[in-house]
């Protein structure tokens, strides 16, 4: 190992105010005009949405939600991970979700690359190793986003009428097509 791989991360415990000095002062703003919802928590209209954290998706918009609607489960090429699973057992019991739709997308950075180009990328151009981490590239979008729609209706400890069902949503058009399976 050497010397750059042996580095030494050192954490201060401030919070970093001036790396976060946009995101503060547009909270004061908020915080300006705030007013409390009153809402519970709970998904009002019983739907949970597993999409990616791709910036270009507005899942309340997308789908003609407002807040406190749905339940937003993001991450990298919305993928039904354990800790999605989890998250979608404590929304079912929980917090009134009867309904999931699982949302990836197209043009999506997930299924632009094999998972040994995302650790080799990653390796030749910041010098990290992330061989440990599963990436979950999405080779053929149709058939992942068929497998993790399985995976969740098949989850024992989810509820046996949960209603589940597969969409793709086109980054350039803002339409979200159904897939049957």
Do not use: W
């Not at 919802?37 to 997308?62: Q, W, Y």
């Not at 917090?95 to 997308?105: A, D, E, F, G, I």
């Not at 993790?148 to 949960?162: Q, T």
């Amino acid at each position: 190992m050497n010397q750059e791989q042996a580095k030494i991360r050192q954490f201060d415990d401030q919070f970093p105010s001036d790396a976060f000095s946009d995101v503060l002062a547009a909270n004061q703003e908020f915080v300006a005009d705030f007013q409390d919802s009153h809402l519970t928590g709970r998904a009002a209209k019983e739907l949970a949405v597993v999409t990616c954290m791709d910036s270009r998706i507005n899942p309340l918009a997308v789908l003609g939600m407002n807040e406190g609607d749905v339940k937003i489960l993001r991450n990298a090429g919305a993928r039904v991970t354990d800790d999605v699973l989890r998250t979608l057992v404590l929304a079912s019991y929980l917090l009134n979700v009867k309904r999931v739709l699982v949302m990836p997308h197209t043009e999506c950075k997930m299924a632009s690359a094999t998972e040994d180009q995302i650790h080799e990328a990653i390796a030749a151009d910041y010098g990290v190793d992330i061989r440990s981490i599963e990436i979950r590239v999405v080779e053929d979008q149709r058939e992942a986003l068929k497998r993790d729609v399985m995976r969740i209706r098949s989850y024992p400890f989810l509820p046996e009428d949960l209603v589940v069902g597969g969409a793709i949503y086109d980054v350039h058009t803002g339409q979200v097509a159904p897939q049957d399976f």
